[in-house]
């Protein structure tokens, strides 16, 4: 029996307001632990929250990009539950009325294009975190976390892969950071991932018994994780046994899912409408002046690459993969730079050297206009491309522009058909030998004189102007 895989995605994103959902304490992650505190965000008895607008701003921002439709009418929850980081025992959530609803995630598969339905988007409070400290008996609760804003995106079972769940993830944070939602910072835990899997019979309309992945720390992480699961639930069905409902997470130096905890019914939160705030009403116009303050997203701008610039689908894809790489880029073009040679620095030599020193684009010390500068050097022949690999190396790490350099080091390429005349003619002269080569059709013979020829310039001739020059001496002999 051939079976497939039904996943759903949770994801909770930490959005970057300047201060947190429900009071005014800064959401800064830095900080010395229970220094962003106050009352509200402690759960203290009596307080009362407000809604950060900004937080509402960028979800319903989040909601317009990923193609839902905004709730005119929402409200906030309250989901109970009792648990170390979670003072007041209740979480502000939203339940039955989310802010944005139904829409979806476009992503590449080895099939075309597919759609993730995004079954909603809602927000709500994030909690305290436990911190654990390894061979100490004690554990402690830092409350900086509590109450930052979280945004809990929830697709359709629509995936079918951990390729298509990394796909899906990927588009996401992009779509995410070029809003400036969020940092997604996997590491630092501003975006959490979670996967349903479930597997059934090819073609069947039931859904088989699902386990839980969470906690893992990376995409790629999660990819495995899912793939590895279900490759699992297969084999477990295949001998006859059956899935247990649980939670399991990503074992990375064993390459599997461990158990972690069985989930034989679903909790009762025992939602309720929170009476300490006012229910969200988004109107029309605020709508529409949030969507008109949307930034070029990534796929938008991905095809308007392709389109104005004649980059391949692949190149613009790189070029677009983050907004500060496709702001970098256009930077170039405006300062005077060629799109496709552009392009190609910019993903080739450029993208290497930020690698090395584990440094990004927007930190990096060559300007858009001086590398639009050393295109231009290579355009007119006063660098070959060999140059311009050293001098892209020296502008990284100076900051100076190719033209500074250039001149410094004696660089230039000499462009000088007088000179390269005279300098052909020797070679000619001093090397009767491989002239007699190259006249009996002895191609091989031409390199050895370009490289006599280059030799004595140091290496500076402009190659194909030596070239030229060379086959015509040759001819005229
Ligand atoms: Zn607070």
């Known amino acids: 029996m051939e079976y497939e ?32 505190v106050c009352p509200v965000c402690l759960g203290m008895p009596g307080v009362l929250p407000v809604l950060n607008k900004a937080a509402v701003e960028t979800s319903i921002a989040v909601g317009l990009a990923l193609n839902c439709s905004i709730s005119r009418w929402s409200k906030m929850d309250r989901k109970n539950y009792f648990y170390p980081d979670l003072a007041k025992n209740y979480q502000i959530s939203q339940y039955d009325l989310p802010l944005c609803y139904d829409g ?26 436990n911190v654990h ?29 951990g390729q298509e769940a990394y796909e899906y993830l990927t588009g996401l944070k992009q779509t995410l950071q070029y809003l400036g939602a969020s940092d997604c910072n996997m590491e630092e835990g ?68 461990v158990s972690q905890r069985s989930k034989e019914s679903a909790h009762d939160y025992r939602y309720f409408p929170e009476p300490d705030l006012p229910p969200l009403q988004v109107d029309e116009a605020w709508e529409q002046s949030i969507r008109e303050s949307l930034p070029e997203l990534p796929h938008d701008r991905k095809q308007r690459f392709q389109e104005q610039y004649g980059l391949t689908p692949y190149d613009a894809g790189v070029l677009t993969a983050a907004r500060p790489i496709a702001d970098y880029y256009e930077a170039v073009l405006t300062a005077g730079g060629e799109a496709k040679p552009a392009a190609n620095w910019v993903m080739g030599d450029l993208q290497a050297l930020l690698t090395e020193a584990r440094t990004e ?47 410094e080091k004696g ?11 005279s300098i052909a003619l020797k070679v000619i002269e001093e090397n009767p030998g491989p002239v007699a ?6 191609d091989r013979a031409l390199k050895f004189l370009m490289g006599q020829i280059m030799k004595a310039t140091k290496g500076q001739g402009n190659p194909k102007l030596v070239n030229e020059i060379l086959v015509r001496e040759l001819n005229k002999h």
Not at 6 to 12: A, P, S, T
Not at 17 to 29: D, Y
Not at 218 to 238: D, N
């Open 5 to 36: 895989a039904v996943i759903g995605m949770e994801v909770h994103v930490e959005l970057n307001t300047k201060s947190k959902v429900f009071c005014g304490c800064s959401t800064n992650f830095h900080a010395p632990p229970n220094t962003n």
């Open 104 to 129: 979806f995630v476009e992503i590449e598969t080895d099939n075309g294009p597919k759609r993730i339905g995004v079954t909603r988007a809602h927000l709500e409070e994030d909690t305290a975190r």
């Open 133 to 161: 400290t390894i061979g100490s008996s004690e554990s402690g609760v830092d409350f900086n976390r509590s109450g930052v804003p979280l945004l809990e995106i929830v697709t359709e079972p629509d995936i079918g892969s």
């Open 190 to 257: 501003s975006l959490r991932a979670e996967a349903n899997i479930s597997v059934r019979p090819t073609g069947s309309k039931e859904f088989g018994t699902k386990t839980e992945v969470k906690n893992v720390a990376s995409f790629s992480g999660t990819q495995k994780a899912i793939a590895y699961e279900i490759e699992r639930q297969i084999a477990v069905l295949k001998e006859g046994g059956v899935i247990v409902q649980e939670t399991r997470g990503w074992d990375d130096r064993k390459n599997a899912t």
């Open 361 to 407: 684009i927007q930190d990096c010390r060559v300007a858009p206009e001086h590398l639009a500068g050393m295109l231009q050097l290579i355009a007119d022949g006063s660098i070959s491309g060999k140059m311009a690999k050293e001098v892209l190396e020296e502008m990284f790490a100076t900051g100076k522009s190719a033209k500074q350099l250039v001149e």
């Open 411 to 421: 660089l230039a390429q000499i462009s000088d058909t007088a000179e390269l005349e």
């Open 437 to 442: 080569d190259y006249k009996n059709g002895k």
